[in-house]
């Protein structure tokens, strides 16, 4: 498993906002796809890696470790050398896919073509963003630091799971999910 798109692998709060924030763009005569779910510690690792060196690489698994986060330091490590853009700032664990607590979409076209560009599709992603935060759920296109993620929505404002879990929870959260 890499990435989910079924709405049912999310908790089940996650899901209920999903659908409604896809009822809330269809009430608005725009159309999403929601193209990822639940995120595999694999997937996330492969993600982190792409575009870092081996060395920051290496520098987030003694981090992980430091922190109790061991297993994960280990999948870090073990999905091997993955080369491609910069994808995201958060590595396993530190994703809320990873805990089935966010979800990512896009605005599509009556073909069902994925609208990526925000400057050309401004109104249709500013309808998702709307429909985000009326189901009080944090919108990735609303964060700051320069860094800002136009298709993803949360449950949560933590910025880092981490920092909520304790290595043990985090674990006992990844076994059910099935993602140990």
């Not at 995201?88 to 805990?99: I, P, S, V």
């Not at 910025?159 to 290595?167: A, F």
Request: net charge negative.
């Amino acid at each position: 498993m890499s990435n989910y798109r079924d709405i049912s692998k999310l908790v089940p709060d996650a899901q209920i906002k999903a659908n409604k924030v896809v009822k809330y763009c269809r009430s608005k005569g725009v159309n999403i796809s929601i193209y990822t779910t639940l995120r595999s510690l694999e997937q996330t690792a492969r993600y982190y890696r792409q575009s870092r060196s081996i060395n920051g690489i290496m520098a987030k698994a003694v981090w992980l470790e430091d922190k109790g986060f061991d297993y994960l330091a280990k999948i870090l490590i073990d999905v091997g050398a993955c080369y491609g853009e910069h994808v995201t700032n958060a590595t396993l664990g530190e994703d809320w896919h990873n805990y089935g607590e966010a979800f990512d979409s896009c605005p599509v076209d009556g073909s069902c073509n994925y609208l990526w560009d925000y400057e050309a599709n401004l109104d249709k992603w500013a309808t998702y963003g709307e429909a985000v935060e009326s189901v009080g759920m944090n919108w990735g296109g609303n964060w700051g630091g320069g860094f800002k993620d136009f298709p993803h929505a949360q449950l949560r404002t933590e910025p880092n799971p981490l920092n909520v879990y304790s290595p043990d929870e985090a674990k006992l959260i990844f076994k059910n999910l099935g993602l140990l």
